[in-house]
């Protein structure tokens, strides 16, 4: 069973910067992926963000040249570097954690960026 535990979600004003965490305890094979994904109110979640264990990324259109994925191997953790953000980045963010046998959700992380 693998447990993701966010952290780094808060309020900020539009043009600044927030680091999501998200780091995963279990038993997990070493070849994985870890990605964020969002959801706003009235909206379906989408894919912000994907990170392979080998580190291949991919972003959304949407978030290109502002955010920044990276991992963190040996502890397990992913990032979220959001930078120049904006009022339609606010949501609620999810880790999201994918092995051969694991598929797994954190608890979501609130993020608000106001005008």
């Known amino acids: 069973q693998v447990q993701l535990v966010e952290s780094g979600g808060g309020l900020v004003q539009a043009g600044g910067s927030l680091r999501l965490s998200c780091a995963a305890s279990g038993s997990i094979f070493s070849s994985n992926t870890m990605a964020w994904y969002r959801q706003a109110p009235g909206k379906q979640r989408e894919l912000v963000a994907v990170?392979?264990?080998?580190?291949?990324?991919n972003y959304v259109d949407s978030v290109k040249g502002r955010f920044t994925i990276s991992r963190d191997n040996a502890k397990r953790t992913v990032y979220l570097q959001m930078n120049s953000l904006k009022p339609e980045d606010t949501a609620v963010y999810y880790c999201y954690f994918r092995d051969v046998d694991v598929r797994q959700w954190g608890q979501g992380t609130q993020v608000t960026v106001s005008s």
């Open positions: 990170i392979t264990s080998g580190g291949s990324t």
